[in-house]
């Protein structure tokens, strides 16, 4: 269902704004309580080593990620040992899936990149874009942009949660926690 919301955000045009983008993808991902996000891509290891660290200090993490990035060569040793962390601490999860739920093309990837974080003071704090979370997608032409919005956050929580546990419930095969 389309949302029609008032918003002020933070545009960045990459590969020109490559370099301060993804220093704000690691600083809101750092200093969350709470993250919801959907990937396609999932190599930055910065960003890995980032979410990894917040995980081990108290933050909830939970991440959908496409299909692809638990049988790809290069994505699935850091989603394995993301999964293992999480595991270790107890309080975030990863799903796997496809494009799934409502698709005609069930089987398709997931391509949505996103997503919604709780900051300390309460509020969120949103990010969407063409940009995968991956090394070289900061030097192509991609954007992103960040915003506060509480209606844009909720609606793609609900959505997160939706498509999850119909990744959970349909594609057990896939999950790697």
Not at 21 to 29: E, P, R, S, V
Not at 67 to 72: L, N
Not at 78 to 87: D, M, Q, Y
Request: glycine share 4%; charged share 15%; hydrophobic share 40%.
């Amino acid at each position: 269902m389309p949302i029609t919301i008032d918003i002020t955000e933070t545009d960045y045009f990459l590969p020109e704004d490559g370099n301060v983008a993804q220093a704000k993808l690691l600083q809101l991902l750092s200093n969350t309580k709470k993250c919801y996000m959907s990937a396609y891509a999932f190599t930055l290891k910065p960003m890995i080593d980032a979410i990894t660290k917040a995980d081990a200090a108290g933050a909830v993490f939970h991440l959908l990620l496409d299909y692809t990035q638990e049988q790809e060569a290069e994505e699935t040793p850091s989603v394995l040992a993301l999964a293992a962390s999480f595991k270790k601490n107890g309080h975030s999860t990863i799903t796997i899936t496809t494009a799934g739920l409502n698709s005609p093309q069930p089987d398709d990837i997931w391509h949505w990149k996103g997503f919604v974080v709780l900051n300390p003071d309460g509020t969120y704090t949103c990010w969407e874009g063409s940009t995968n979370f991956s090394e070289s997608a900061w030097f192509q032409g991609n954007s992103c942009r960040a915003f506060q919005s509480s209606d844009w956050a909720n609606q793609f929580i609900q959505q997160f949660q939706a498509h999850e546990a119909w990744a959970r419930t349909n594609e057990p095969h896939y999950q790697v926690m």
